[in-house]
């Protein structure tokens, strides 16, 4: 049964390492900025995923296809805010920086979303309590983990 003791092991490695070990920088915009300015964000970024912030604290994910969508139609893109697109707080996953990389893909393939903010709660300026978001892990990162993984054995 090695094939079953080698996902045994490589489960017990990603359950080992936390979400903060593999971050990457999350790219954020505010709720105003147009669809427009967002998507040239999403190309200059290089990223399929951009987090929307209200007040300092997260209000919304945008993606692709949010984009695509909003496209096909017929948002006049220059005029319409990200706000009017996103997928809006209550409906975002989320993960906390000493979550599990495994308990992170499992909430990446059960939502079947790309990728997920990494957040820390807080209470903003006016005493709202929400999200702060200090990173993403998306898809990409945990298939460099397996590379990673697969290369230090
Ligand atoms: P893509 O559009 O590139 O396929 P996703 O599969 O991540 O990217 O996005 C699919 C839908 O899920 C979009 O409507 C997007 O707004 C939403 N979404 C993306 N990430 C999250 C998340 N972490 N929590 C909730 N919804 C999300």
Redesign the pocket.
């Known amino acids: 049964y090695s094939g079953k003791s080698t996902i045994n092991y490589f489960a017990e490695r990603i359950s080992n390492i936390k979400v903060s070990e593999v971050k990457s920088l999350p790219v954020v915009v505010s709720e105003g900025t147009s669809v427009y300015d967002a998507i040239v964000t999403l190309f200059l970024e290089d990223v399929?995923?951009i987090f929307v912030t209200t007040e300092g604290l997260l209000s919304?994910?945008?993606?692709?296809?949010?984009?695509?969508?909003s496209a096909i139609g017929g948002t006049d893109i220059n005029k319409i805010p990200v706000g009017v697109?996103?997928?809006r707080m209550p409906?975002?996953?989320?993960t906390e920086p000493d979550e599990s990389v495994l308990d992170a893909a499992i909430?990446?393939i059960e939502?079947?979303?790309?990728?997920?903010?990494i957040v820390e709660k807080i209470k903003n300026e006016n005493g709202e309590e929400g999200y702060k978001v200090i990173g993403r892990i998306s898809k990409t990162n945990i298939t460099r983990l397996f590379v990673d993984i697969a290369n230090t054995e």
């Open positions: 399929g995923t919304g994910v945008v993606s692709r296809k949010d984009f695509l969508k697109i996103m997928t409906n975002i996953v989320v909430k990446i939502h079947q979303v790309d990728s997920l903010p």
